[in-house]
């Protein structure tokens, strides 16, 4: 176009010789390239536009597109995590409900076996009830004879006096009832302790053969102590009317020491209940031998108990008093030491206190054995007898007694003659 108008413009000077039809035609031609130009330029404009939104439709979708895949990455995340703690809970369940069937088995056996033992136990206390039955009506037959025979032979008024008052004063329901050592209680009672009555025996001599050697009371206020000790806390043991008693009468005077001892008893009877005390031998020159005393159980470390009282930390530099009574060191007894616990200090401590703290030791072991059920394979009888011998025992110790038998085995002593208490 730019060439025509060129050639145009450079023939100018001819055109006035042209004739005015071909002017109009170019003139028409010139008009049609311009209108064309111009509806080329505003299509070229509105494709412009067109292609401006084209570009935004196509951000548009693109940064859904980016969204809806990010989304969908979430989603997967969400599902691969939704799967992995299905997996684990899953695994969990069978791993639960197996320690439910194998915990369910275990005790079904253990039932099971704890019923066979019930059941042979039983058996048991039937044929000793059983024997003991008929060991008491073969005895009441032999008795019976017996007074006949020296009825007989004498006229026995006193032996017929004897045997009515035994036998009115003395009635079935009150004879002994079974127990697992009551049958070779009897059979020993009848082979060794009964003697046979003359035509002169008096009332008194046939109830001292034939009447218990147990107070009832006793024995039963022990038995209940048994069967209550494992419900109790073991800090309140001592609420209970048993140990009250052994408190009073036995625990407190052996721990009792004298006016001089620096010893609180009530501390010390607080703490050996939980736990035993550390005892070894002394060497008056500073060496010393291993304990002869358990190692207390796993107990809170706790100031020791003179320090408790006066606030003053003890010292035991020299070594020539008892720290529990305060006499001077015989040089010719053993000597020993002891404290409660890792924290306190050693405190000499002569022969004859020693004794009084193992015996006190020992019968708090057989307390907290108690309270730990470790009795249960012993019968009420065999325990009430251990706590008989300890007992004593402390009072032995009590009274220094020269025929009193030895606590326990140390390099200074001999063993008891007594059956050991389990630790």
Known sequence: MADTLSH????????????????LDWQSHITLQATTIAQLKNQLADRDISLARLQQDMQKLNTKYVAAIDRAADLQHEKDLVEHDLEELSCKLFEEANEMVAFEKRENRRMETKLQTVQQQL?????????????????????????????????????????????????????????????????????QHFVPPSPTSSVTKRYAIMSPSVSHTQWTVFEQFVMHAPTVPLKKLCDLAYLQTCQIEDIEPCLRFGPRSRLSTKKMIEY????????????????????????????????????????????????????????????????????????????????????????????????????????????????????IRLRLQMFHSRTGLSQCPSLDHDNASVASSYPPTPK
């Open 272 to 387: 050996l209940l939980q736990q035993s005390c550390f005892i070894q031998h002394l060497d008056i020159d500073g060496a010393s031998t291993q304990d002869t005393t358990p190692t207390p159980l796993n107990a809170p470390a706790t100031s020791s108990l003179w320090e408790r009282l006066s606030g003053k930390k003890p010292s035991i530099d020299s070594p020539t008093h008892c720290a529990a009574c305060g006499q001077p060191n015989d040089t010719r007894q053993a000597y020993y030491q002891f404290k409660m616990d890792d924290n306190d200090d050693w405190r000499p401590m002569d022969q004859q206190c020693r004794s009084r703290l193992v015996a006190v030791c020992e019968f708090f072991v057989f307390i907290r054995n108690i309270h730990l059920q470790l009795y249960t394979h012993r019968t009420v009888d065999d325990l009430y007898w251990e706590n």
């Open 123 to 191: 058996g048991h206390e039937q044929a000793q009830l059983a024997e003991l039955r008929q060991r008491l009506l073969d005895w009441d037959q032999d008795e019976r004879q017996y007074t006949q025979e020296n009825i007989n032979a004498s006229g026995g008024d006193d032996v017929m006096y004897d045997t009515e008052a035994w036998n009115h004063t003395t009635p079935s329901d009150n004879r002994p009832q079974s127990s697992p050592t009551l049958a070779r209680k009897a059979e020993t009672m009848h082979q």
């Open 8 to 23: 145009t413009h450079d023939s100018h000077p001819k055109q006035q010789d042209m004739p005015s039809t071909i002017r």
